[in-house]
């Protein structure tokens, strides 16, 4: 079904008027609330007048994640904080995370975007839905919930962890709908086999699916586990969260709800918009946020965006899937890791040599994170390496500092001085054997 046919079915130029206008409006309010924002116009000669129309974009100046740094915790909030009610929290490349603050607006426009989502994938008031994202800092849990409430299922809010629990749930009863990560279904299809629930055993029939980047492979393996329709959902907590695109019953590419969220195509190295269908690095600007409004906001996310008619009668841009991330962000378990935070906690731990290896792997459905590291030779007394049990008592320091910072559990595994491989060329911080590109 879908949820909002006057804004998901609007012509082209329609389209296009309505988000000049509040490309506008957005940009008047941000040079008025945001003195970055207001700094970055002057400097560039621009009015908020200026903008007029949604080509004008391509005049506006472009945010990063560096920006969002920069500026931590609510530097580039432009609501008062009388007006915040929600605050959601994502990675940020060294240890500091990007902070989001949103009024009760934006809440309102994200249950809204979550609901045509979900609407689109087939979900209805008669659904039993599981929200199995994590509930907290992540935007996936509470945004999803949201999203089902606002459309009238049962929300289940399980979260992620006490996987045998969920299950049975699952099977006890009769859920319908389930949103996670792929590999969490993945993982829950595996327990189900483990507990001896089988597939006549469950009524799942609809899953939501995104947070990392996932395969076609994957999507029949995890249709054939769980017996249901996989479908593909696209966000980003500096946006708003999960509903910034969502796919049709067509599965062909994800649709955006670019009444909110304008997307551009650049080439990441010489920040020049892309025509449709070109590959390039996906850049948002929100159309109507207020808590922490953005304007061309560099996802660091590679795909290409297309505006042919979709059968399902959405008229709204499509972006196909991410084909990988212009930066080295990796995502494990659906928690973004900077190669760079792992590096940040190596360097403010005396006893370590900044020589460090993360090897990523798949076990079980499950990503694993491995992280090598090199002791200083101050440090490493001694031949036999592996049975000195004060390396040990750091293996555990160190994983404890990762876990907190990463948010994720790493391994660590102590290397004796020299032995991790230097290479000739570009140094290689990062092995991903997951293959899931
Ligand atoms: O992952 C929001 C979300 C929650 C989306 C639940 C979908 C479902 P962040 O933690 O800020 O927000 O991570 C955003 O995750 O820039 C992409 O690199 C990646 N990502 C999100 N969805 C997908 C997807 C949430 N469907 C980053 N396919 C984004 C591929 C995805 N990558």
């Known amino acids: 079904m879908i949820w909002n046919p006057d804004k998901e079915c609007m012509s082209r130029e329609e389209m296009r008027t309505l988000q000049g206008k509040r490309l506008h ?9 945001v003195p970055f924002y207001r700094h970055k116009l002057q400097a560039l000669g621009i009015l908020p007048d200026d903008i007029t129309t949604i080509d004008d974009i391509r005049k506006l100046p472009f945010t990063t994640k560096q920006d969002l740094r920069d500026n931590y915790p609510f530097g580039l909030q432009a609501a008062p904080m009388s007006e915040i009610i929600r605050v959601h929290a994502s990675t940020g490349t060294t240890g500091k995370p990007t902070i989001v603050g949103y009024t009760r607006h934006d809440i309102g426009v994200w249950s809204e975007c979550m609901t045509r989502c ?14 199995a994202y994590g509930y907290g800092l992540f935007t996936g849990g509470l ?3 949201y999203g089902v409430e606002n459309l ?5 809010p399980a979260s992620t962890g006490n996987s045998e629990k969920h299950c049975r749930l699952i099977c006890d009863l009769g859920i319908t709908g389930i949103a996670c990560t792929p590999s969490y279904a993945l993982y829950l299809a595996e327990t189900m086999e483990r507990l001896g629930i089988k597939r006549e055993d469950i009524h799942l029939r609809i899953g939501a699916f995104g947070a990392e980047p996932w395969t076609e492979n994957m999507r029949h393996e995890i249709e054939s586990r769980l017996g249901l329709k996989a479908y593909n959902l696209y966000g980003l907590s500096e946006i708003m969260g999960p509903c910034v695109s969502y796919e049709c019953s067509e599965q062909h590419y994800s649709h955006i709800n670019e009444d909110h969220f304008f997307p551009e195509i650049i080439n990441p190295d ?6 449709m269908g070109e590959t390039g690095e996906l850049v948002f600007t929100t159309l109507t946020k207020e808590g922490m409004p953005l304007l061309r906001y560099r996802t660091k996310d590679l795909c290409s965006l297309t505006d042919e008619p979709c059968p399902c009668g959405r008229t709204s841009v499509r972006m196909t899937p991410i084909v990988g991330r212009s930066d080295d962000m990796l995502i494990i378990r659906g928690i973004n890791v900077f190669p760079s935070q792992v590096e940040s906690v190596i360097l403010s731990t005396e006893e370590f040599a900044p020589r460090y290896l993360l090897v990523v792997d798949r076990v079980n459905n499950l990503d694993t994170l491995q992280v090598q590291v090199e002791v200083r030779p101050e440090y490493f007394r001694g031949a036999d390496f592996d049975t000195l049990a004060p390396l040990e008592a750091l293996e555990k320091k160190l994983e404890k500092k990762l876990k907190s910072v990463l948010s994720i559990s790493a391994k660590v595994q102590l290397k004796a001085p020299g032995t991790i491989e230097r290479s000739q060329g570009k140094s290689k911080f990062v092995i991903d054997k997951r293959h899931i590109k």
């Not at 409006?25 to 609330?33: R, S």
């Not at 979900?118 to 839905?129: N, P």
């Open 152 to 156: 009238g299922a049962a929300v289940v």
């Open 118 to 131: 979900l609407s689109a994938y087939g979900v209805t008031r008669d659904d039993i839905f599981s929200v």
């Open 143 to 145: 945004g999803a919930h």
């Open 270 to 275: 010489t920040l020049k918009p892309l025509p």
């Open 25 to 33: 409006k957005m940009v008047d309010y941000v040079y008025h609330n």
